[in-house]
Every structure is written in structure tokens, then in C-alpha cells.
């Protein structure tokens, strides 16, 4: 398969776990890259790809993504990238197939002001972030960091990001994907931090049901078609990519009764 070509290394993002980098990338322009050499692994990438695939099946918006070649000769380190964490561990960053997703420079986090007082193209999309994460098993969401941008340029939108923790993190194994169970109905869900005054803002009587309108769409095939997207490179096995189109064909056969249940209570989030 051919890949979008990085054509230049910019320079790190200068935050993140996954430590990513912008490059210049043929045809996309300037682009924010995950490595598979990070310490949350090659699994990070292939939660990416998937994630938002997955998203784009619910009409969620985002940043163009996918999966980009890295050259050596664009590497600074004689054919390689050494970085370092804020914490001081280091890592190589090899020539290969990495994740990108266009870099939006003028989007910020929204705040619960934005939401409840713009005008905003996709109003109810953060009914959908909520489904998806149910979907996923993806809890990567605080107050302070929500993952989620606020394109500012035109009418204003919400964007999801970084999905790399989906399916309980970038370490996740076989027995990690055989729990398909959701969070207990008279349980919190189970995001970082405090998201009360974010979630505060959906309207459970209407904003979900075009989200749940969408599980019959996550079919086996589909999500088949989904999970053959993963390079070979990264070394998810036939019986990894089994298991992942598993936990999401069983979630999105669970989700709309599970959600039904919880939207029940005043504040369902809680």
C-alpha cells in the first residue's frame, strides 16, 4: 500500500505522552506524527487508526488521519529521531510507519463557556464522544485535557483527538479485549477528572439518538474492513485483530441498552 511521504522533521509538539513531532507531510502540509517506538507501543497507533475510523461510522469530526512513511534521510540523528520525556527517559524514534494526523494550529480546548454560549456547527457532538468512548473503552478525558479541539477558523467546531489510550491503553493484551462489560449504571464514567460541567452541556433527550442510530452500521464486515487498515509493521497479531473486531462489534450490540438504562438518571455521567 502506498503511504503519504514526511518530507520534513519541524520539531516536537512539545507535549503529549506518546512524545509526537510535526512533519511536513506530501500533500497534508504540516501534520502531528506518533511513533511506534514511544513507550505506549506500536497498540497506541493501531488505537488510533481504529478510533477513528470508528468515528468517522458516527459522524464525528476530526483531524484528517492515517498512516504516513518515514524515511531515514528526513530523521536529524544519522537515520533516526532520539528524543527526550519530560521526565528524562529517552527514546529512538526509527524509520517506518508511523500515525499522523493533521496539526490544526489555531484549534484550542473548548471550555464549558464555549459550549454553552457559541454557535457551534456539530452542537451535539459531544453526545457522540461520550458514545464512542463507550465504544472504545477509552477513559483518556480531563477537565484540564479533554482531547477534544475547538477549530476556531470559520464557523466553529468541535474536533476529536488522540485516541490512543482506547481499549484500556497502548499495552492492552488478548484478556484486556475479552472484557466487554460497560461502567456500572450507578457508577461515574470513568474519565480522568471532573468533566461535570462539560458533560452538563448534552442534552440526553435528543443528542444521542443520531449516535446510537449509528451501531447497526458497526457490522462485522465493516469492522473488519477497519482493523485490515493496521500495517503488518506494527505487529498486531490475526488474533489481536480478531479480538478487536470482537469488543466492538459486541459494544456496539450492547451500547443502545446499556445507554438507555443510564440516560435514565438525572445526571447520567454520575
Not at 506518533?34 to 497506541?44: E, R, V
Not at 489481536?240 to 438504562?261: F, G, I, S
Amino acid at each position: 500500500m502506498n503511504y503519504p511521504k514526511a518530507i520534513a522533521h519541524k520539531g516536537p509538539v512539545g507535549y503529549g505522552a506518546t512524545l509526537p513531532q510535526i512533519f511536513s507531510v506530501e500533500g497534508l502540509g504540516d501534520c502531528l506524527v506518533k511513533f511506534a517506538q514511544s513507550d505506549h507501543g506500536p497498540k497506541a497507533l493501531a488505537n488510533e487508526l481504529i478510533g477513528f475510523q470508528v468515528a468517522d461510522v458516527l459522524g464525528l469530526e476530526h483531524p484528517e488521519c492515517g498512516v504516513v512513511e518515514i524515511e531515514a534521510e528526513v530523521l536529524p540523528d544519522d537515520g533516526k529521531l532520539e528524543v527526550t520525556s519530560p521526565s528524562g527517559d529517552r527514546f529512538t524514534f526509527l524509520p517506518g510507519l508511523a500515525f499522523y494526523s493533521r496539526w490544526l494550529p489555531s484549534a484550542q480546548h473548548p471550555t464549558p463557556d464555549d459550549l454553552n454560549t457559541l454557535e457551534l456547527a456539530n452542537p451535539r457532538m459531544l453526545a457522540g464522544v461520550v458514545v464512542l468512548d463507550l465504544l472504545l473503552g477509552n477513559w483518556d478525558r480531563t477537565a484540564a485535557n479533554p482531547n477534544l479541539l475547538l477549530e476556531r477558523r470559520g464557523q466553529r467546531r468541535l474536533v476529536v483527538i488522540d485516541l490512543g489510550l482506547a481499549f484500556g491503553g497502548g499495552l492492552w493484551e488478548l484478556g484486556n479485549l475479552r472484557d466487554t462489560s460497560f461502567p456500572p449504571l450507578y457508577d461515574p464514567l470513568p474519565y480522568g477528572e471532573d468533566l461535570d460541567r462539560l458533560l452538563r452541556t448534552v442534552n440526553p433527550a435528543t443528542d444521542f439518538s443520531s449516535y446510537l442510530g449509528k451501531m447497526s452500521e458497526l457490522s462485522r464486515p465493516r469492522l473488519e474492513s477497519i482493523v485490515g487498515t493496521i500495517p503488518l509493521e506494527w505487529g498486531i497479531s490475526s488474533r489481536e485483530r480478531e479480538a478487536l473486531v470482537d469488543y466492538v462489534c459486541t459494544k456496539a450490540r450492547n451500547l443502545p441498552a446499556y445507554l438507555e438504562q443510564r440516560l435514565q438518571k438525572q445526571e447520567w455521567w454520575r
